[in-house]
């Protein structure tokens, strides 16, 4: 009954995003989400994808060829850096964050608690009204706790008239559960 972290992330994300429209994934790794994106904008929209490792982006990069998905444009540097990419004053409709490490591979390359930040804090002022950043949280490995606890105060700082924060886990699981941030804009 309860849906998981990330279904229930895609399921928030979906209900706000309309096609045509701008989203980014911050993290594209293995490129799950990135495909997941493209669904929801169509070709009439765009995906950018970051990752600031080219294992991830090649991974991601074929699997939207398997799909034969063509509208992303995918970007080998930090999410923080975001907008020195995007068109100027481009609005997007949402924005997609998988945090900690790339599965099947270098456990030691995680997201960090002040670029994550940085990439929300650029991102907010292009976000279009009604619209969602999505984090699912892992912070389980090493230095995932500070990252964690970064994000939280940053969004926990966020003015209640602006935005509204969302947080959704399962409390009685074990050995550190992701669960989901969601930062809705009013
Ligand atoms: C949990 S994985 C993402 C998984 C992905 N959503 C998927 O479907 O496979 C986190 C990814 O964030 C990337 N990453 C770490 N720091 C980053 C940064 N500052 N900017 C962009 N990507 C970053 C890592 O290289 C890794 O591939």
Known sequence: MLKTVLSY??????????PGETLIDATCGNGQDTLFLSKLTGETGQVWAFDIQEKAIERARELMTANDV??????????????????????IGGAVFNLGYLPRSDKSVVTKGDSTVAAIRNMLPLLKPKGLIVLVVYHGHPGGKQEKQAVLDYLNSLDQQKFHVLSYGFINQKNDPPFLLAIEKR
Do not use: C, R
Not at 80 to 90: G, I, K, Q, R
């Open 9 to 18: 992330a895609h399921e928030l994300i979906e209900k706000t995003v309309a």
């Open 70 to 91: 063509h509208h992303v444009s995918f970007v080998h540097d930090s999410h923080a850096n975001l907008a020195a990419y995007l068109p100027h004053d481009e609005q």
